[in-house]
Every structure is written in structure tokens, then in C-alpha cells.
């Protein structure tokens, strides 16, 4: 049996519709080379990076496979410093510096993300990705176009129908349908509104048919049944986070990692408490006791800041208490194997199951 929808494989030039998810903090450049190497489109998440290191991470992954892969950026807006927000979020943590015995009183280090710029921009032109991928919508247009000329598909997150018609009308090759089940950060740019949300696989149909472009399915997809799920609904692929962030190519602390191999007895729940933007993740002590979506926590990518020091002294001592444990509502599926084993064998098995076609 083969792929009887081809549209996303011949666009970016690649074997297996299984994208692997660009998560920044997590992805290495070893899981990106991994899963295009197995087939599928491995994602280099440049948001974790300066220009530079993007650069040294593309040599990187280019070392070790010849075949496509993705950049993926941030397009978020840096915010307007608002200190009293800031101070407000410090003030609501320090009951946590007292009991371990921190010193509140000194400021608290910087957190965030860079948007994609001219400088990250140059990079692309330099490295010619296959594929350039964004979340959070799309830069601005002279940046778009400089893109666009190095050859590379364009592709981003659509958490509504409105955002999937928008970003086809700006140029998007295809559009990531993403669900609500979907870890970490939502995609959305048009809507801030959380309970207007809409389920992969409520989403995927509607977004098929409201646009021509095809269509990549991401969030509560773990494993063969999901896939094979997605592509009954309309997507040409599928793309997968969680699933990854069992791989020993994957760059997660040690609570992270246990938290995940316990997904099954945990809660996800969408959060803006780590970065100041919804983000779902699995629960922990801080989002229990300050509810996972708080009105004082500082705008998307600075909430982080103040929760640093807090993660500092309780990862070491193993506890995922004060940090993102980002994953999706499939996380109990996760198969712990390597990054290239895993694309091939969701791909097998999705190929096993789907129905036979008369010739």
C-alpha cells in the first residue's frame, strides 16, 4: 500500500506525511535530522535560538541528512514593558521564595522569545529550507516575501476557520490545523478567546473545506488510529509533538520526562502562567494553587522570569512544581524509541490499518 494523498509529500519533497513538531525547548537538531532522515519533515524550533545558534544548529542537522526539513519561528509582538504587571506577578509568587528560603527582593532574570526579524530572516536565506514554518500568524509582509524567494514552502498554525482563510490569503502553501488537545502554545493570532476553541478533529473538516491549500492535522494525535483519523478527515498529514518528547533526542529535564511516562494518571489543562500566553501542559503545584490561567501573569514571552528562580531550586531536586511540563492530551500514547524509529513506525502501522481501495 502506499499514500493515496500525495499533496503534502511532492510539496515538501519528502516520504511519510508525519511532520515532527518544532517545540522550542525541546527539539534538538539530532531529532530533526532523525525524522527527516526516517521520511517524514523533522522541524528546528529557532525560537530557542539567537541567529547564531540557528545558523550552527542548521549545520548540524545538514551533517547529518541531505533531506528536507523546517525552520520554525515565533511571529508574536514583543510587548511594552508594563513594570506594574510585572510587580504584581513577583508579588503573588513570593509565598513560594519564602518557603524555600529565596530572596524575593532581587529582580527577577529575563524570560522570553525572540519574534522572527531580519536577522533571523538572513539566516533562512542563507540555510534555503525546504520548508519555513510560523506560529502565532505570519511576519510582516517584506520579511514574507524575502522568505518566499528562497524557494521554501510556507506553512503556519490555524487554530479557527478564520485564521486557516487568512493565512491561504497571505500565500500559505498549506495550513496546520491545530486543535485544542494540541501541547504547548496555541497557534492562535485572530482571537484571544480560549473558550471559542475548537477539537483537531471538529477542526480539520472545516478547515478542509474552507480552503484549498492542504490541509496538516496537529493536537491529540498519538499514534496510528490518529493518523489514520486526521487523513480520513481531510488532512494530507499529520503533525506530532508529544509523541516525540519520549525520544532520547529530545532535550527534556529529568520531571519532565518522568511526568510525561505518568500522563495517563495527570490532567492537561491550558495554562498562561509559564510564558504569559495559553499553553497547555500537564498540572502541577503552581498551576493548582494560582489556577492555570491567571490575570497577573505578564505578557507573552515575560511571565517566565519570576517563576526562574523557583524552577531553579526545585528541578535539581527533582520536581516539576514550577516549571512548563508542556503536552498534549494523547501524552498517555508516547512510546519511548528513538526519533527515526518512531516516524517509520507510525508510518507502517497507519499504512497496516488504513482501508484497502479497489483497484
Known amino acids: ?56 544548529a542548521v549545520q548540524k542537522v545538514r551533517a547529518a541528512t541531505s533531506r528536507p526539513f523546517n525552520m520554525n519561528f515565533f511571529c508574536h509582538a514583543s510587548p511594552e514593558p508594563d513594570p506594574a504587571r510585572a510587580a504584581a506577578w513577583h508579588q503573588a509568587l513570593e ?19 525572540a519574534p522572527f526579524d531580519a536577522d533571523f530572516c538572513t539566516v533562512v536565506e542563507e540555510a534555503r529550507p525546504a520548508v519555513c514554518s510560523f506560529h502565532f500568524g505570519l511576519p510582516e509582509p517584506s520579511l514574507l516575501d524575502r522568505v518566499r524567494r528562497t524557494g521554501a514552502r510556507i506553512i503556519s498554525s490555524a487554530t479557527t ?38 477539537g483537531t478533529f471538529a477542526l480539520i ?45 529530545a532535550r ?8 510525561l511516562r505518568r500522563a495517563g494518571e495527570q490532567e492537561t489543562v ?25 490575570a497577573l501573569a505578564p505578557a507573552f514571552p515575560t511571565a517566565g522570569g519570576s517563576l526562574a ?10 520536581s516539576g512544581d514550577f516549571m512548563s511540563l508542556w503536552a498534549g492530551q494523547a501524552a498517555a500514547l508516547g512510546r519511548e524509541m528513538p526519533a527515526g524509529e518512531l516516524t517509520r513506525r507510525l508510518a507502517a502501522e497507519t499504512l497496516k490499518s488504513l482501508p484497502v481501495r479497489p483497484a
Not at 3 to 9: F, G, N, Y
Not at 309 to 318: D, K, S, Y
Open 1 to 56: 500500500m502506499t499514500w493515496t494523498d500525495r499533496r503534502i509529500l511532492d510539496l515538501f519533497g519528502i516520504e511519510l506525511p508525519i511532520i515532527q513538531a518544532p517545540m522550542a525547548g525541546s527539539t534538538t537538531p539530532e531529532m530533526v535530522s532523525a525524522v527527516s532522515e526516517a521520511g517524514g519533515l523533522g522541524s528546528l524550533a529557532c525560537a530557542q535560538y539567537t541567529p547564531q545558534q540557528a545558523r550552527e
Open 95 to 113: 509565598r513560594y521564595y519564602t518557603e524555600f528560603g529565596l530572596d524575593h527582593s532581587a529582580p527577577p532574570p529575563a524570560s522570553g522569545r
Open 161 to 198: 476557520v478564520d485564521e486557516a482563510r487568512w493565512l491561504e490569503a497571505r500565500g500559505c502553501d498549506a495550513v496546520i490545523a491545530m486543535g485544542l488537545e494540541a501541547g504547548g502554545h496555541r497557534g492562535n493570532f485572530l482571537t484571544d478567546d480560549m473558550a471559542a476553541q475548537v
Open 205 to 249: 473538516p472545516r478547515v478542509a473545506d474552507a480552503v484549498r491549500v492542504p490541509v496538516i492535522a496537529a493536537g491529540g494525535i498519538g499514534d496510528a488510529r490518529g493518523i489514520r483519523a486526521a487523513l480520513a478527515l481531510g488532512a494530507s498529514a499529520v503533525q506530532m509533538g508529544t509523541a516525540y518528547l519520549f525520544t532520547p533526542e
Open 252 to 259: 527534556i529535564p529529568a520531571p519532565h520526562r518522568e511526568a
Open 270 to 294: 491550558l495554562t498562561n502562567l509559564f510564558t504569559g500566553r495559553p499553553a497547555r501542559g500537564i498540572l502541577n503545584r503552581v498551576m493548582r494553587d494560582l489556577g492555570p490561567i491567571s
Open 309 to 318: 528562580p523557583l524552577r531553579g531550586h526545585t528541578e535539581p531536586r527533582g
